[in-house]
């Protein structure tokens, strides 16, 4: 019988046993915690920014200095070998970040309506631990960023996450909300993809990831659809509760639509590259017009995010 089943049945020990039980608890106790900080997030970010990440070094056009391998043709074996240390460097980010935001005063508040699982409304974790969370987070993934060539990336993601949170970025306004949003997203794209491929970005780098920037700036207020009921409690400025929803669904139907034809363009895409942005899109815009509640809400967030996830495999479905 195992130490978890002895504690699941009331069993008590006493002396190293006791020890060794408590310690693999508590591991385990906070490995959960600090997946539930980032949990929402996997959808959000890590899935959308590994496959942009992934698709830009694969791309036959020159995005970073270590872009190439010899020939004409990515180091596909280079890349396969780097995906741990992206993924590891885009989660540590994430959880500085989402650490950050979740443990304000006025996050709580929202997260007792809309999110009460994680781990400061559930009661796993009390500010001040989240506190001391977030400093060992920071500093172990500057250490990361060092080793993996993403440490100028998450410097400045850091700075978009102190303006956002701690000087109240994320209330002075929707379009500065959004800039801050579209900034860090922007870091994350530059960070996973410098730690993909081990080199620096190059101008056409750069200029893909400022397009993604305006795609995400232009639009996602997609999230903000299924959260008004929690947003309107905590007073925070959307652009449904300050436009009002028709304007808000309608704008991002344009947005949409006007970004789902111009970023394929912009790639020569391929006939699957065009089909996946222009469904997916048309898709969520047609239910976002349609407002049939906060359940069908949630699935135009979820396809906001699948929308941009194809439209960071263009530069891979290039003609």
């Given at each position: 019988?195992?130490n978890?089943?002895l ?121 001040e631990q ?5 400093l ?7 250490g ?20 956002y ?44 990831i ?14 903000d ?68 509640g ?26």
């Amino acid at each position: 019988m195992d130490n978890y089943t002895l504690l699941e049945k009331g069993v008590t020990t006493s002396g190293p046993i006791a020890i060794e039980i408590a310690d693999s608890r508590s591991l385990l106790y906070d490995l959960k915690t600090l997946f539930l900080f980032t949990k929402s997030d996997f959808k959000t970010v890590i899935a959308p920014q590994s496959i942009f990440a992934i698709t830009a070094a694969l791309s036959t056009t020159k995005l970073t200095t270590a872009h190439l391998g010899e020939g004409e043709f990515p180091d596909v074996w280079n890349i396969a070998s780097r995906v741990p240390l992206m993924l590891a460097w885009i989660w540590m980010n994430l959880l500085v970040e989402d650490i950050a935001n979740q443990r304000l005063e006025g996050s709580i508040v929202e997260d007792t309506i809309n999110k009460p699982w994680r781990p400061l409304p559930s009661g796993r974790i009390s500010p001040e631990q989240a506190r001391d969370w977030l400093l060992v987070a920071i500093v172990a993934t500057m250490g990361l960023g060092i080793l993996s060539g993403g440490y100028t990336a998450s410097i400045t993601l850091m700075v978009f996450v102190w303006m956002y949170n701690d000087l109240d970025g994320s209330n002075s306004g929707i379009w500065i909300r959004n800039a801050l949003n579209a900034g860090g997203l922007m870091c994350f794209s530059w960070g996973a993809l410098a730690t993909l491929s081990g080199g620096k970005l190059l101008p056409e780098g750069f200029a893909w990831i400022l397009m993604t920037g305006a795609i995400i700036m232009t639009t996602v207020h997609a999230q903000d659809l299924p959260d008004i009921e929690g947003d309107m409690a905590r007073g925070r400025h959307t652009v449904p509760l300050l436009y009002g929803e028709a304007a808000a669904r309608i704008s991002l139907a344009v947005m949409v639509c006007f970004w789902s034809v111009a970023c394929p363009f912009f790639w020569d895409a391929s006939p699957w590259g065009w089909a996946a942005s222009t469904s997916i899109g048309g898709a969520m815009s047609v239910l976002a017009l349609k407002n049939m509640g906060q359940w069908w809400d949630e699935v135009v967030w979820k396809l906001w995010c699948l929308w941009v996830a194809a439209l960071y495999l263009l530069p891979a479905l290039k003609k």
